[in-house]
């Protein structure tokens, strides 16, 4: 059985006024964090047999996000991904780090490429500086730039890069700029997001208190469209609601997400899913060191039962370009989605192509409303 691997490193030079993910910018944990990481490795390495009993389980990817991984030495990282070699099965198809695109210099992607990373995600969010400077982002738009050439000319030819779009007062002129740098740059990936306003983030305490204003609806639909259309003119499969890669470049990690696969999180606030039971960490750095390193893995988790288990793939599988397998389903699950795909349907947000339910150009506009009324839950 595949499996893959997701590693957190919560620390980060500076915070983001949108980021709700667990972070901090406190550096004063780093290196104890990093040998409780390793200590959780080894406290857990059990977790894979149960999942393929009469075999072997192997890792298949292995993602290092954040907060700002590339805040950590190389040597820190490099020796993370040893790590995980000398504790699991593993034949990885993919190693990705998440960096900053100012903390990119072609030593430090050389020295990761020289320990299996063979792709890098950058968070550019746009190549507009005063957009940079509103959302407290550390890069300008040449050292995001000049960052895609360097991992380029490091020898690493898997790049994915991060943009935002409905900012306060973007216009879809303003977007279509954001994409066409994107473009022009050539990664083999793009993700792509609205902008969220997080409870309990500053962006969202700027929206309470009239400070910034959101993006009319119209004109985020008008954006996503033109995402859509540009990337696609430009060779980018569409295979999830908010990514797009060239072909054969798909991220296969975050498709585990989406079908199925199980994967172990490591590091505080990481959750894991082992089919049956869904668990994570407590999202602490200091009581997660404290705790690992009496060896107890801070850690809640739930049990998975077949409607909860349902529910999941309808909003995991449905977001992406193939939908949902109602090959895989129970009797009873396939009847369920069917009655209530019905609908969506009718009204052209649904359509049903080789025996999978999948969304409608119409229907990605819509999606949440879509899922919700499919789930048994």
């Known amino acids: 059985m595949r499996t893959g691997i997701y590693i957190h490193i919560p620390f980060c030079k500076s915070r983001c006024i949108y980021c709700g993910f667990y972070s901090t910018t406190s550096a004063s944990l780093r290196s104890q964090y990093v040998e409780a990481l390793m200590r959780e490795m080894e406290l857990r390495c059990g977790e894979m047999d149960a999942l393929a009993p009469m075999g072997d389980s192997v890792v298949d990817t292995i993602y290092i996000g954040g907060g700002t991984p590339s805040v950590l030495p190389v040597d820190d990282l490099c020796a993370i991904i040893g790590k995980v070699g000398e504790t699991y099965t593993c034949r990885p198809r993919e ?4 960096m900053n695109p100012d903390d990119v210099s072609g030593d430090v ?9 063979n792709r890098i995600s950058m968070g550019v969010q746009t190549f507009s500086d005063e957009r ?10 040449r050292q995001a730039v000049e960052a895609v050439a360097a991992v380029r000319r ?6 994915s890069i991060d943009l935002m779009f409905g900012f306060p007062g973007e216009t879809l002129a303003q977007w ?3 994409l066409r740098a994107a473009v022009a740059l050539e990664p083999e990936h793009i993700s792509a997001y609205s902008l969220m306003y997080e409870e309990g983030t500053p962006l969202y305490a700027m929206l309470q208190s009239g400070r910034v204003a959101q993006t009319d609806d119209d004109i985020c639909l008008a954006m996503y469209t033109e995402l859509m259309d540009m990337l696609a003119a430009n060779g980018y499969e569409h295979y999830e609601i908010s990514n797009f890669a060239k072909p054969g470049r798909r991220s296969l990690h975050n498709s585990s997400y989406w079908h199925d696969v199980p994967y172990l999180g490591f590091g505080a606030s990481a959750h894991s899913y082992l089919k049956t039971r869904r668990c994570w960490n407590v999202a602490d750095v200091a009581e997660y060191v404290r705790s690992v390193s009496d060896g107890i893995v801070p850690q809640e988790g739930e049990r998975i039962d077949a409607d909860t288990h349902y529910d999941d793939l309808v909003t995991t599988a449905m977001r992406t370009c193939e939908g949902l397998n109602l090959g895989v389903l129970s009797d009873r699950h396939r009847a369920f989605a069917l009655k209530c795909a019905r609908k969506s349907m009718a009204d052209g947000l649904l359509e049903l192509h080789d025996n999978h339910l999948r969304l409608t150009r119409k229907g990605l506009f819509v999606s949440d409303m879509v899922m919700s009324d499919m789930m048994m839950v």
């Open 95 to 98: 190693i990705t780090v998440e």
């Open 176 to 178: 279509r700029d954001d």
């Open 109 to 117: 992607v050389m020295a990761l490429k020289d320990c299996g990373v």
């Open 154 to 159: 490091a020898g690493i030819d898997n790049v």
């Open 132 to 141: 940079l400077r509103m959302i407290h982002r550390r890069h300008t738009a």
